[in-house]
């Protein structure tokens, strides 16, 4: 059975209100354990409101806080597993995990349990996180290629999470002479430039040309400055695949924009890339996005493969 341990933020970037950067080391100075590009990790705080399953006439389910005597919510130790973005040699050579985190907010109008807690947290001050001494997953390279000569990555939010993990390790491998017979193609949105939490490190992976890859970054929510970008999109990443197609949009409930390309990347030069027959596409993010994209590589006759824990 996983030993449960603890942790210590000792780094924390904030890119948005709802959006942060975390690296945690072990607290006792132990290594975490071996992992490949793609797992995920348990992390858990025991200071999160509780909250409590309720039904209305209809049958209807929701969550409220389930509050003590005082109307104060209770609180309590909560886990949730997160995909770790940092790299197998990062970890070895620097003993450190990163996240990249979402503030949920639930459709009742509160925050996620967990989310909430970890958005409180302040290096050196209450920064202690709990961790299972296990790292887990089988959405890894290994697992999931079968043979695929090339790879669609769509990462939709913080679901760039094992796709970033998985370039840096590419990239660290091929520079030091391993080479790796495939090219990779990363589709990833965010809702504004700043929430591309991994856009310049991404860039210049790319600009190195150690590996075969090309980055098509886009916004959701765009400034008219995105516009003359010719770095950037514009639209969720499920829809600027879908433009790279001539499949029509999904329309969102909020804030539609016509998807675009970035400028410097042809429609021409993906597609001599993506083709089915030797090719995989992946998704990790937001479900019903997720489903979308499943939906493209099925109309196309892509092999297709989601994060779905």
């Known amino acids: 059975m996983a030993e449960r341990k603890i942790a210590r933020v000792i780094y924390s970037k904030s890119l948005s209100p709802v ?3 975390v690296r945690i080391a072990s607290e006792d100075g132990s290594k975490f354990p071996d992992y490949k590009a793609g797992q995920h990790i348990a ?32 609180r309590g ?21 990163e996240f990249y985190i979402a503030l949920e907010v639930m459709k009742e109008g509160r925050y996620g349990r967990l989310t909430e807690s ?3 947290m302040e290096p050196n001050s209450d920064d202690n996180i709990y961790f299972m001494n296990k790292i887990v997953g089988e959405f890894t ?28 390790q590419l990239h660290y491998e091929t520079s030091r002479g391993i080479h790796h017979n495939i090219a990779v193609t990363l589709f990833h949105a965010n809702r504004t430039v700043a929430e591309l ?39 969720r990443a499920n829809n600027v695949l879908r433009s790279v197609f001539d499949l029509p949009p999904q329309v969102g409930r909020q804030h539609p924009v016509s998807p675009k390309l970035p400028s410097r990347i042809s429609k021409q030069e993906l ?30 006759g892509f092999r297709f493969e989601m994060e779905e824990w």
């Open 271 to 300: 597609l001599k890339r993506m083709k089915p027959e030797e090719s995989i596409i992946l998704t990790c993010g937001n479900p019903d996005l997720m489903e979308d994209v499943k939906t493209i590589a099925q109309q196309k």
């Open 43 to 74: 992390l858990s705080r025991d200071n999160c409101k509780l909250t409590r399953k309720v039904i209305d006439e209809q049958g209807l389910k929701s969550y409220v806080y389930d509050v003590d005597e005082t109307g104060n919510p209770k």
């Open 141 to 168: 390279l290994d697992k999931i290629l079968h043979g695929a000569r090339h790879i669609v990555m769509v990462g939709t939010g913080t679901g760039l999470a094992p796709f970033a993990s998985m370039l840096k």
């Open 77 to 97: 130790h909560v886990t949730h597993s997160y995909s770790i973005v940092s790299a197998p040699f990062e970890t070895v050579q620097r003993g450190y995990l």
């Open 197 to 235: 939490g991994y856009h310049t490190e991404l860039q210049a992976i790319e600009a190195s040309r150690t590996l075969d890859f090309v980055y098509v970054p886009s916004v959701s929510r765009p400034i008219e400055r995105d516009y003359d970008d010719a770095l950037l999109g514009i639209g």
């Open 19 to 21: 959006l942060q950067i």
């Open 118 to 120: 970890l958005f409180q």
